[in-house]
Every structure is written in C-alpha cells, then in structure tokens.
C-alpha cells in the first residue's frame, strides 16, 4: 500500500513538472496545411460531425445499420440531448436543412415552439410588473418545446429505421452513463453558477438540481446517468409523437405548469406543429450558394452579409488585415439592424424579405460602409437580437448522398431552470425574445413564436449540393457563417483550416427584442476578435473608430460542424470544432 502511494505521489510530481515546464510549448510541425489546425475527416460511405465523439460514433452506427442521414441525424440529437445538456435537449426547439438525393432538393424544418395561447400580452406585462423586458429563467419565457414533433417531421418523410431503433443507443447511454468530456464539464458548472444567482427568478429548481446537479456540477470523466431522461425517450420511441405532445408526457408538462404557476398547457402541447419551409440561398460567387432558413430565425442576415460583401473583391487583402475584419464587421452591423426590425414569426408580420435579399438593396448596404472608419450610427433599411445562446450543431451525411444540417437548442444556457417532474430534461428560455413594444413585428402575443438565433446552413455549387454546416452560438452564427464562406472560397482554406481560423464576433447595435425608435445602448458595439488575429490588425481597427477586445477563451466564438461532399467522386470531407468536444467519425 505504501508503494502505491509512494508512486502515485511520484506520478502526481511528474506531471505537475511536465505541465510547468511545457506551458510556453507552440505547436508542431505539420506535413501539409496550417500548423494551427489539423486535417479535415475523409471518408466515402457517410460522415457526421457532432459536438461529442459518442454523438458521431452513434449516428455512424445507425448509418451502418441502413438508417438514412436523417434517422442518424435523430439518433445524434437524442445522444446530445443526454451528454450535451448545455446545449440541446427535447425541451427546446429544433431546426433543420436536408439535401434529398432523391428529389434533388433542399428541404427546410422549421420545427420551434410557440408561445401559452392563453397568456394574453396585458396578462404578461402583469406579470412582468416594472421590467421592461422578459426574464432569462422560470416559466414566463417557456415555449412550447419542438423538438421532439421535429424528429418526427423528418423521420415520415426521410427515415428507414424505426424510432426505437433511432432512440435506442440515447437510451442505453442514460440509463448506463457515460463520462462527461471536458468542455460540457466547463459549460455544466458555468451553468450551475448562473442558475445559483438567479434562484429567486426561476422558481421551482428542486427538479433540476435532482437531475444534473445532485452532488453538485458533474466533472470531467465523471460516469453521468440521466434515468428520467430515459423513461422520457423510451415513452416516445414506443408511443410516438403524440405521447410528447398529447399522451402521457403532454400531462405531466401540463400538471408541472399548474404546479408552479406557468401558462403553457396540454392544450399548447397539443396544438403544436412543425412548418416545412423553402430554404433562401443567395449567390456569393463563381456559383456558389449560401443558403438558409426564413424568419422567424436569423438565417436570412447571413444573407443579406453575402449580398453587402459580394461587391468588394477581399482577396486583395490578407485574410487577416484590418480590411477584412472591417468590411465583415460593418456588413454584419448593418444586417443585424435589420434583423432587429423585420425578423419576427411571419404568420404575424409582414417581413419584406424579397426586398431583404435583393442584389439592388445588398448595394445600398454596401454604398454605406466607409472603407476608412467605423460607422458611428446604422439604421435599419427603410421598405416603402441578439443575444448569447449554447446550442448545438450537427451534420451527417449517408450513402445515397443525403446530408442533413440541424441544429437545436434551448436558448440561454442549459435553458429556464425547469425540470417537470420525473422527464429528466430542461424547458429552453426562448420566449426571452420577444419584444414588449406592441408595433414591433416581434411583440409577444399568444400562440406565436419568438425570433429565434439557431440557424443550420447550406452551400450550393452550381445547383448542385457541396456543404452542409453550421457555427452554432446565438448571434455568432450568422457572421460566422460568412466567415466560414469567406475562408474557403476567397481564400482557398480546407474544410478544417476554415473553422479553427480565428474568428471575429461582433455584439451590440440594435436588437430584436428593443422598442422601434429608440437608439441602442451601444450603437457602435465591440468587436471581439481571438487571439489569433494579429495585433496589427487589432491596432489599425481601433484606429478606424473600432471598440477592440481581444478574447483569449473561445466560448463566445461558437461551435463549427461540417461536412463536404466531392460532386465527382462522392467522397466525404468532414470537420470539428477545436473549441468544443466534438469530433468527426465516418466509414
């Protein structure tokens, strides 16, 4: 015994030395591409990319099995919904884009929840008293979860496995365990924090704590079990949708709302439903196509990025000059005005999209942006929202060279703070929103969905399908879908290079949940840039009027997922996020 100390003592001191001796340590070398990034994921039968290796290893094992890219893509985001807490689960909502090789078509879900029809926009400004906007926890900013009915949408259309099958290793690792990885661990007791200073806004957290809290936030490696969650999955695998939303698990959602004095009720639950809706995509150049979801999201402000930067040649500047970071950061300010004055749910507003997304229009933006200076003050176009969020992204791709892009969460964090009792998973927060300005297109009422962050994207060449991916992380992905774009197709970096390139995130100016006509707090906002944007470049754009702040984590940059299909061999390309846990798999 006295050995094993001896030596576990020794072991301890070893490492403590190698740690504090390799801390100034740069990369290594590499054979081919950039030192600071790694080789793309190559593969010919199917590919996922997810932000937890157990998810990918799950939804290849389906693709194995004969599942499609959409059955796998489910069994994925049930995995995640378990091991990624932070970032998804069945309590929030759920978005997608599917290439069918079929039909030879993009498909676009829009799959989120609305708001209690019985809660009228009086009842919530009594219950909000003196705020001025909607909380981030308890029940006043809980939407009906979509999710679930979304995995159901597809899986009637794209499927080939059975539910049970789909649900089945998600089932197995809640009711086994599985070790928590590093990032979700970090992410577990950010969370934790948070919800400890907001107890008297959430309410009921008893639930909660019980769930994933129980002996305090879980740590890395530790053996993680979610029996609740498993109950939960195994009634939807057997009984189908209508147990979610009518049936057994509609009931308990609907007595827990009672219980802690929440609007939603079964009668929410029940009326629910998913939109299939026409994906837009806008031209970048030399045939290539970004395409995204329409409003009630923010996919469509990626758009209008690509139509304001497709009239300025970047290429004849480094990709990491002040020039570029300055053109994306202005092209990004002025589509966020316009996100925060017309994206709203269209089944209430009138959204001029077709003006949004015109050519004529991405030139006015354009004519607007000083090459030498900051803007001190855009505005919204004239036609005669931000906000943080941990979401997750994910793509697979199968055999038959169908590719799904998804992407889900439930808003602010881990969600409201709400467990129901015995369901094992959290209620998303994204009623948070809304606007309380009764002319704004995005002004609560009941039974309407909220402006929503989470957007998967797509890239066309020629018509013909070439990437799907996604950069989850609230206002982030937007922009950081253009950057991506951007990286690979003015500066020739592969799939991989394209996500670990450091990044710019830009947050203030306008937002969706203001009050029309009045101006933001912060109208020239702050340009956060990693530390891998060169100081000379940090230097010259605070000196065109840029308030710069140098972000050495990189949570607020958001999570990448992507795969990339050859048209000619068929052969796949995938790639991760280095800032997350994630990984690629494929056969």
């Given at each position: 015994m006295f050995r094993k100390l001896i030596n576990c003592v020794a072991a301890i001191i070893v490492a403590s030395f190698s740690i504090a001796i390799a801390q100034d340590i740069g990369p290594g070398g590499r054979p081919v591409g950039e030192t600071w990034s790694r080789s793309p994921v190559i593969a010919e039968h199917g590919m996922a990319a997810t932000a937890h290796p157990l998810a990918s290893q799950v939804a290849i094992d389906v693709l194995k099995q004969g599942g499609s890219a959409v059955d796998a893509a489910i069994a994925a985001n049930a995995t995640l919904g378990l091991m990624e807490?932070?970032?998804?689960?069945?309590?929030?909502?759920?978005?997608?884009?599917?290439?069918?090789?079929?039909?030879?078509?993009?498909?676009?879900?829009?799959?989120?929840?609305?708001?209690?029809m019985g809660r009228s926009f009086e009842d919530l400004l009594s219950a909000l008293g003196d705020a001025d906007s909607l909380p981030p926890f308890g029940h006043l900013p809980v939407t009906v979860p979509g999710a679930v009915d979304g995995w159901f949408e597809m899986h009637e259309r794209f499927g080939k496995l059975s539910m049970r099958k789909n649900l089945a290793p998600a089932i197995s690792y809640a009711e086994n365990g599985f070790p928590v990885s590093p990032v979700i661990a970090y992410y577990l007791q950010m969370n934790l924090d948070r919800f400890e200073e907001r107890l008297d806004m959430i309410g009921e957290f008893d639930n909660a704590r019980e769930t994933y809290f129980a002996n305090g936030a879980p740590k890395t490696g530790e053996i993680f079990k979610n029996p609740d969650l498993a109950n939960t999955y195994d009634i939807i695998a057997r009984k189908g949708r209508d147990a979610f939303y009518k049936g057994e698990i509609a009931r308990a959602m609907d007595a827990y709302f009672k219980r802690i004095g929440g609007d939603l009720r079964l009668e929410d639950f029940a009326a629910h439903e998913s939109e299939w809706v026409e994906p837009g995509c806008v031209e970048y150049k030399d045939g290539v196509e970004l395409c995204e979801l329409p409003p009630n999201g923010q996919g469509f402000a990626a758009l209008q990025m690509v139509n304001i930067l497709k009239n300025v040649d970047l290429t004849q500047w480094d990709r990491g000059s002040p020039e570029v970071h300055h053109y994306i950061t202005e092209a990004k300010r002025l589509a966020f005005e316009d996100v925060a004055r017309f994206y709203a749910d269209p089944a209430f507003a009138e959204i001029p999209v077709d003006w949004l997304l015109s050519d004529e229009y991405g030139r006015e933006r354009f004519a607007l942006i000083d090459p030498e200076k900051a803007n001190p003050e855009p505005a919204p176009g004239d036609p005669k929202i931000e906000g943080p969020g941990d979401t997750t992204y994910l793509t697979v791709a199968d055999k038959n060279g169908m590719m799904v892009s998804l992407i889900q969460s439930n808003y602010r964090g881990m969600g409201a703070g709400l467990v129901a009792d015995g369901l094992g998973f959290m209620f998303q927060d994204r009623g948070e929103l809304y606007s309380l300005d009764p002319d704004h297109p995005n002004v609560y009422a009941p039974g309407k969905r909220p402006f929503h962050t989470i957007i998967p994207a797509f890239v066309k060449k020629d018509g013909a399908p070439l990437i799907s991916f996604g950069l989850m992380g609230g206002a982030m992905q937007p922009q950081g879908h253009v950057q991506i774009l951007i990286n690979l197709f003015d500066y020739g970096m592969n799939l991989q290079e394209a996500g670990d390139a450091a990044r710019l995130n830009h947050s203030g100016g306008r937002a969706s949940t203001d009050r029309l006509g009045e101006a933001p707090d912060n109208a020239l906002g702050v340009l956060?840039?990693?530390?891998?944007?060169?100081?000379?470049?940090?230097?010259?754009?605070?000196?065109?009027?840029?308030?710069?702040?140098?972000?050495?984590?990189?949570?607020?940059?958001?999570?990448?997922?992507?795969?990339?299909?050859?048209?000619?061999?068929?052969v796949y390309w995938g790639a991760t996020e280095m800032r997350k846990d994630g990984t690629v798999a494929g056969y």
């Open positions: 807490p932070t970032g998804n689960g069945i309590g929030g909502d759920l978005f997608a884009i599917i290439w069918d090789p079929e039909t030879e078509k993009l498909y676009g879900l829009n799959a989120s929840g609305r708001s209690p956060n840039v990693e530390a891998g944007v060169p100081e000379a470049t940090i230097d010259a754009l605070r000196a065109m009027g840029h308030d710069v702040n140098v972000v050495e984590n990189g949570v607020m940059f958001g999570g990448y997922q992507a795969i990339m299909r050859n048209p000619e061999t068929g």
